[in-house]
């Protein structure tokens, strides 16, 4: 049986679970999420705990076990603390100005990449080359941050580009002169 999926979620205080047809709500101090999970699994909620059971043991009931259970924890960790991710620009001349809901990123092209941060993300800047991305939604906190990560990913000989705070580019050496 599934480890994660077996997992008894504890409702934190100040948090509360509504659960319709496997539609599940979390409404906490941070704000609102809601997701609709597979009929296949069931959600309740017992005594201030939020339990996922399956039926059978089919590989898609074993699959999704683990994940409805996964993601229900993401839900009740961003209304209550939120999540973040860091990135940094390396490189001369290589910079983020945020101002307002947009962030201008140079990274070594003839112009600066305007981003549009979504309306339930917030962008602020730590330096000229560091940013942080928060939000209560895990998936859209790390959808956007990878594709402002992708505007110049890190390159392997220099190390130039834009990484996560927390991300190791390993590099390689480049030519010899024989």
């Known amino acids: 049986m599934s480890r994660i999926g077996k997992r ?3 409702i ?7 659960i319709d047809n496997n539609e599940v709500t ?6 609102e999420l809601k997701n609709s999970f597979d009929k296949l699994i069931t959600v309740k909620e017992v005594e201030g705990k939020v339990i996922t059971t399956r039926p059978n043991d089919t590989k898609q009931a074993r699959q999704l076990h683990g994940t409805t259970n996964a993601l229900i924890n993401n839900m009740l ?27 201008s990123v140079n990274a070594g092209f003839s112009h600066a990449v305007d981003v549009i941060v979504p309306a339930d993300l917030k962008a602020e800047s730590v ?3 560091e940013i942080t991305i928060s939000g209560i939604d895990k998936q859209k906190v790390s959808e956007f941050a990878a594709n402002v990560r992708k505007i110049r990913e890190p390159e392997p000989y220099k190390g130039k580009g834009i990484r996560y705070k927390d991300e190791y580019v390993r590099r390689k050496e480049g030519k010899k002169a024989a």
């Open 8 to 10: 008894e979620l504890t």
């Open 12 to 18: 934190p205080a100040g948090v509360t679970v509504t």
């Open 26 to 31: 979390v409404k906490g101090p941070k704000g």
């Open 77 to 103: 960790i961003g209304v209550t603390e939120g999540y973040s991710k860091g990135l940094e620009a390396v490189g001369v001349g290589y910079r983020f100005t945020v101002s307002g809901n947009k962030i």
């Open 127 to 129: 330096s000229n080359t």
